[in-house]
Nanobody, 123 residues
């Protein structure tokens, strides 16, 4: 059974940093693209970043490029999202998702989703 479990969310002041973790189980880490999405209240879910471990590729939304960094630890089957220079508009529930054999981009229909972790950035 595939599981994605996010952690690391919380409350932070604008300009601060957080690191989110997505612990995966039940899937072959190198065979999946793993990505992060977020959904703010009243808004649609938005693609943020993704990594395709087997190809060493990463992809970012323009809104976070230069501030967020996605990385993976194959030994721990975990993907991280380092978020720096956080802004109040980054406030959202952040979700981890996985897609078999594919790089996740905006509009990708993912195979598996986590339950989400809340990130709140105060001004």
């Amino acid at each position: 059974q595939v599981q994605l479990v996010e952690s690391g969310g919380g409350l932070v002041q604008a300009g601060g940093s957080l690191r989110l973790s997505c612990a995966t189980s039940g899937l072959t880490f190198g065979s999946y693209g793993v990505g992060w999405f977020r959904q703010a209240p009243g808004k649609e879910r938005e693609f943020i970043a993704s990594i395709l471990w087997s190809a060493g590729r990463t992809n970012y939304a323009d809104s976070v490029k230069g501030r967020f960094t996605i990385s993976g630890d194959n030994a721990k089957n975990t993907v991280y999202l380092q978020m720096n220079s956080l802004k109040p508009e980054d406030t959202a529930v952040y979700y981890c998702a996985a897609k078999r054999y594919r790089m996740i981009v905006e509009g990708t229909i993912c195979d598996y989703w986590g339950q989400g972790t809340q990130v709140t950035v105060s001004s």
